[in-house]
Every structure is written in C-alpha cells, then in structure tokens.
Nanobody, 122 residues
Framework: QVQLVESGGGLAQPGGSLRLSCAAS????????MGWYRQVPGKEREWVAT???????TYADSVKGRFTISRDSAKNTVYLQMSSLNPEDTAVYYC????????????????WGQGTLVTVSA
C-alpha cells in the first residue's frame, strides 16, 4: 500500500551533477525519515544520507560536502543533489523511508524504492 518511486538517475561526467527524486505514495499516515542508500553489484548496500522528520540531515563521510539531501514533506518527496561526482559514485541508488500507514498508525515500517542507476564516466 506504499510505493517509493525514484527518478533522476542517468549518466554524468566526472565532476558533474545529478539530482535524484523519490516520491512516496499510498496509504501514508506519517513518515519518520527518508533517505538514500546505494549499491554496487557484488557489494553490500551502503547508506548515503538521511533527512529526518525533524529536519536533521546526516551524510556518509564519502559524500559529505558533495551531496545534499532535502525533503518536501507536503509532497512526501526526498531529493538528493549530487555534485562533484566521481566514478566511485557509480551505483544503483535506493530510496528508503520509515512510514506508518493509515490502517496501523503506531507501527513504522521500512520501505524501499526500486532503485535508479547512476553512472559516472567520461
């Protein structure tokens, strides 16, 4: 009953920028936090950034100073502005959110998007 849909992935040159979006929809009562993870084939999924309902943002050291996470609570949407991209940022990026649904308002569950591929290459 909840969907997370990412968009904005694609090809970027080293030093370039991309902006990812993730919109949550469905029977949503409340969203605690929204964030981003990424995964390279053959490696574990790694956390990238989080935006809490209180407005706090946190970043992995590998992206700090280059990526910016923001959130539009009215639209249940989170964004990831990625700048100064390098080939090591190439990965499938997944949206993640902790959501309570209308029919079970005291229980927050994790939800994941389907992923969007970001490729950084000259």
């Amino acid at each position: 009953q909840v969907q997370l849909v990412e968009s904005g992935g694609g090809l970027a040159q080293p030093g370039g920028s991309l902006r990812l979006s993730c919109a949550a929809s469905g029977s949503i009562f409340s969203i605690s936090y929204m964030g981003w993870y990424r995964q390279v084939p053959g490696k574990e999924r790694e956390w990238v950034a989080t935006f809490t309902s209180g407005g706090k943002t946190t970043y992995a050291d590998s992206v700090k100073g280059r990526f910016t996470i923001s959130r539009d609570s009215a639209k249940n949407t989170v964004y990831l502005q990625m700048s100064s991209l390098n080939p090591e940022d190439t990965a499938v990026y997944y949206c993640n959110a902790l959501i309570a649904m209308n029919f079970r308002r005291t229980e927050y569950l994790q939800h994941w998007g389907q992923g969007t591929l970001v490729t950084v290459s000259a």
